[in-house]
């Protein structure tokens, strides 16, 4: 069983930054391909950010591409995602997902372990 826990949420303004971090409780990341999903009120969870597991390979939903950045550290405990230039339609409930031999895909069927998510808010 792979216990995710998410932290670094909160309010923010329009272009600033914040940096999320998600970490597996009691193990790392070694195989896990782990990504990013959001979802806010009145809308489907839709994909933000994934990174694989063996090469670390990242992958972007268009609409995050060049202001989100996913990366692990190098023990492989946690995965971060860091939002640069955040904007009021990025406000959502931030989610963390893995997956053994996880290659970095953006449907969420391909996950079988979630956090409970961290609320993020960008205010205009």
């Known amino acids: 069983q792979v216990q995710l826990v998410e932290s670094g949420g909160g309010l923010v303004q329009a272009g600033g930054s914040l940096r999320l971090s998600c970490a597996a409780s009691?193990?790392?990341?070694?195989?896990?391909?782990t990504a990013w999903f959001r979802q806010a009120p009145g809308k489907e969870r839709e994909f933000v950010a994934a990174i694989s597991w063996s090469v670390g390979s990242t992958y972007y939903a268009d609409s995050v591409k060049g202001r989100f950045t996913i990366s692990r550290d190098n023990a492989k405990t946690t995965v971060y995602l860091q939002m640069n230039s955040l904007k009021p339609e990025d406000t959502a409930v931030y989610y963390c997902?893995?997956?053994?031999w996880g290659v970095g895909s953006s449907d969420s069927l391909a996950y079988g372990y979630w956090g409970q998510g961290t609320q993020v808010t960008v205010s205009s």
């Open positions: 009691g193990r790392t990341f070694s195989n896990y391909g």
């Open positions: 997902a893995t997956d053994q």
